[in-house]
C-alpha cells in the first residue's frame, strides 16, 4: 500500500501503523491458532510464518520513515495524538536498537520452543526442555546487550512490560510483600476442602453463567480449552479467552474469571484507538490487576458467593450438595500451600511470584544453571511455602512463560495484586457497598467504573501516570497487605 507524499505527516505516521497493526492482528491469530487448535506437529511450520510476520513488522516499524514523521510531530496539542507519538517513539526507539535477524530469531525459537514445552511437561521430563531454555536465555541476552547502558539487565526485560519499571524499585515491594506474607501464611488456620469429581461439562456451564452475569457476548467473545490459559485480542470486538478444566478441581472457574479480566480491558478500550499502539493496556501489571481483580476481589467475595453458590450448587450435586456456602467460601479462600502457582491462594501466590522473580536474575547473571533448575526450585519451593514438589511437570515445568521468552513478566501478577487492591479501594470509595451489588449477581457498576477510568483509555497514559490519576498515590503495596491481614485474620 503506497500513501501520497502530501498527506500530513500525522496521517501518513496512522497509516503505517494501522499497517502494522493488521500483521499484528494475523501474528496473533496464528499464536491463538497455535494454542487451541493446531495439531502439534505443525509447530515448525508455525514458527517459520510468525518469525517472517516479526521480521517484516520489525522491518517495517524501524525505517527511517518512521523517525522522520515522528521528528516532525513533535509538541501536538491534541493529548491523544501527542500520547501516540510519545509512545510509538518510545518503541521505535527500542526496537531500533535490536537487530532484525535476532527479533525474527526470538519469534521462531519461542513457537519451537512452546511445543517443546507442551511434551517436557506432560512427560515431566524437564531434561528434554533443556535446549530449549537455553536457547532462550541466549537469546534474552543478545537482546539485553542490545540496550548496554542499562545498569541492571533485569530492568531492559522488566521495561517492556512495564514503563519505567526497574528492579530495585520490584525488589524493594517484593521484601516488603515478604515480611508479611511469610509469618500470615505460618498462622493459617484450618479449613474445609472440596472434594471431587466436578464432570467437566457442568463447569463450563458455571463458567458460562459467570461470564455473561460479567458481561461477556457471545458476538464478540468466545472461550475455548487450552493447556495453559492465556486471553487475546486479535482485533477490535474479537475478544479469545481460554481456560483449562479439570474435574479433579474448580480451578477452571477462576482461570475463567482470570482471563475475563484479561478480555474486558482490551475489549472496553475505546474503539478510536483501533489499528494502533494506544489500542492495548498500558501495562502488564495494570493488565493482571484486571485479571486479579476479577478473580479474587470479585470472585472470592462474600458476596459473590451469595449470589452465585446456589446456581453453582445444583451442578455438582455429589460433590457439592451437603457442602453449605460458608464451608466452600472458606475452602475456595483458604490460605493452602500448594505447588501450582495458577491454584495458589491470595496469600501464597506472592512468594510463588518472588520465586520466580529471584531464578530469573539469577539465570541472566549465570549464578544458577538451566540443568540446576529442577533442584533449586524444589528446594525454595519447600522453603518458602513448606511444600515437597513431587514432580517436574508440578515445579520447574509447570508455567510456559519461559519456553516462550517471557523473563521479566512474572513480577507483573504480583504488581498486579498490589495494584488491584489500589483500584479497589477507590472504586468502593466511588460506588459504595461492592459486595452487596455482587450479592444481586449486578456486577455492571463495577465494570461500568473500570470502563471509564481504566480500559477506556487503552495506552494513552503510561502506567504510573494512570494509576496517579485514579488513585492519587504510585504504587503501594500497603492497601494489598492490609486487604489479606483483614481477610485472613
Same mark, same amino acid.
Given at each position: ?26 501474528? *496473533? ?41 515522528? &521528528? ?12 501516540? /507519538?510519545?509512545?510509538?517513539? =518510545? ?10 535477524? $535476532? ?24 531434561? *528434554? ?26 530492568? /531492559? ?7 519505567g519499571m526497574t528492579t530495585a524499585e520490584v525488589q524493594k515491594v517484593f ?59 486479535? !482485533?477490535? @470486538?474479537?475478544?479469545?479467552? %481460554?481456560?483449562?478444566?479439570? @474435574?479433579?478441581?474448580?480451578? *477452571? ?9 484479561? !478480555? ?19 501495562? *502488564? ?11 479474587? $476481589? ?58 520466580? +522473580?529471584?531464578?530469573? #536474575?539469577?539465570?541472566?547473571?549465570? %549464578? /544458577?544453571?538451566? =540443568? ?25 515445568? #509447570? ?5 516462550? &521468552? ?5 513480577? %507483573? ?8 487492591? #489500589? ?21 455492571? #457498576? ?11 483509555? !487503552?495506552?494513552?497514559?503510561?502506567p504510573r501516570e494512570l494509576l496517579q490519576r485514579i488513585t492519587g498515590s ?13 481477610? +485472613?485474620?
Amino acid at each position: 500500500m503506497t500513501f501520497a507524499t502530501a498527506a500530513p505527516p500525522l496521517e501518513r505516521l496512522k497509516a503505517i501503523l494501522a499497517e502494522l497493526a493488521d500483521l499484528q492482528h494475523a501474528e *496473533s491469530i496464528a499464536d491463538w491458532d497455535s494454542r487451541v487448535s493446531m495439531p502439534p506437529e505443525g509447530a515448525a511450520a508455525r514458527a517459520d510464518v510468525v518469525a517472517t510476520l516479526t521480521r517484516v513488522m520489525h522491518e517495517r516499524f524501524v525505517s527511517d520513515e518512521v523517525g522522520e514523521l515522528l &521528528g516532525a510531530l513533535e509538541g501536538l496539542d491534541d493529548p491523544t495524538d501527542a500520547a501516540l /507519538v510519545r509512545l510509538t517513539r =518510545r518503541e521505535w526507539e527500542r526496537a531500533r536498537r535490536v537487530p532484525g535477524e $535476532l527479533a525474527a530469531e526470538m519469534s521462531h525459537s519461542a513457537g519451537i520452543a512452546v511445543a517443546a514445552w507442551d511434551k517436557a511437561k506432560a512427560a515431566s521430563d524437564f531434561a *528434554s526442555f533443556v535446549p530449549h531454555l537455553e536457547r532462550q536465555l541466549e537469546l534474552k541476552q543478545r537482546y539485553i546487550a542490545c540496550f548496554p547502558e542499562t545498569e541492571t539487565p533485569y530492568d /531492559v526485560l522488566l521495561d517492556e512490560y512495564e514503563e519505567g519499571m526497574t528492579t530495585a524499585e520490584v525488589q524493594k515491594v517484593f521484601t516488603r510483600l515478604k515480611e508479611e506474607l511469610v509469618p500470615l501464611i505460618e498462622r493459617r488456620q484450618p479449613a474445609p476442602e472440596l472434594t471431587g469429581p466436578f464432570p467437566v461439562e457442568a463447569q463450563q456451564r458455571a463458567n458460562r453463567l459467570v461470564l455473561e452475569a460479567f458481561g461477556y457476548d457471545p458476538a464478540a467473545w468466545r472461550i475455548d480449552e487450552t493447556p495453559h490459559p492465556f486471553a487475546s485480542k486479535p !482485533g477490535f @470486538a474479537d475478544i479469545r479467552l %481460554t481456560t483449562h478444566t479439570d @474435574a479433579r478441581d474448580l480451578t *477452571s472457574l477462576f482461570s475463567t474469571m482470570h482471563e475475563f479480566g484479561h !478480555g474486558v480491558y482490551e475489549f472496553d478500550i475505546d474503539p478510536s484507538l483501533a489499528r494502533s499502539p494506544l489500542a492495548q493496556g498500558t501495562s *502488564s501489571a495494570l493488565h493482571e490487576s484486571q485479571s486479579r481483580m476479577w478473580e479474587n $476481589l470479585v470472585g472470592r467475595s462474600r458476596g459473590f458467593w451469595r449470589w452465585f453458590y446456589p446456581k453453582l450448587q445444583p451442578l455438582f450435586p455429589d460433590a457439592l450438595g451437603t457442602v453449605d456456602e460458608e464451608s466452600f467460601l472458606q475452602a475456595v479462600s483458604a490460605i493452602r500451600p500448594g505447588f501450582i502457582r495458577g491454584d495458589a491462594d491470595e496469600a501464597t501466590y506472592g512468594l510463588h511470584i518472588i520465586l520466580r +522473580f529471584e531464578l530469573e #536474575q539469577e539465570l541472566l547473571a549465570g %549464578t /544458577v544453571e538451566i =540443568r540446576d533448575l529442577p533442584e533449586i526450585w524444589n528446594s525454595r519451593m519447600n522453603d518458602y511455602l513448606g511444600v515437597d514438589v513431587p514432580d517436574d511437570a508440578h515445579g520447574v515445568l #509447570q508455567d510456559m512463560h519461559w519456553s516462550i &521468552g517471557l523473563l521479566g513478566y512474572f513480577p %507483573t501478577y504480583q504488581l498486579g495484586n498490589v495494584i488491584s487492591v #489500589q483500584l479497589w479501594e477507590r472504586a468502593r470509595a466511588d460506588l459504595g457497598d461492592l459486595e452487596e451489588q455482587f450479592a444481586r449477581g449486578e456486577f455492571g #457498576q463495577l465494570r461500568e467504573w473500570l470502563r471509564d477510568h481504566v480500559y477506556r483509555h !487503552g495506552s494513552i497514559y503510561p502506567p504510573r501516570e494512570l494509576l496517579q490519576r485514579i488513585t492519587g498515590s504510585q504504587l503501594d503495596p500497603e492497601p494489598y497487605l492490609e486487604y489479606l491481614r483483614t481477610k +485472613f485474620a
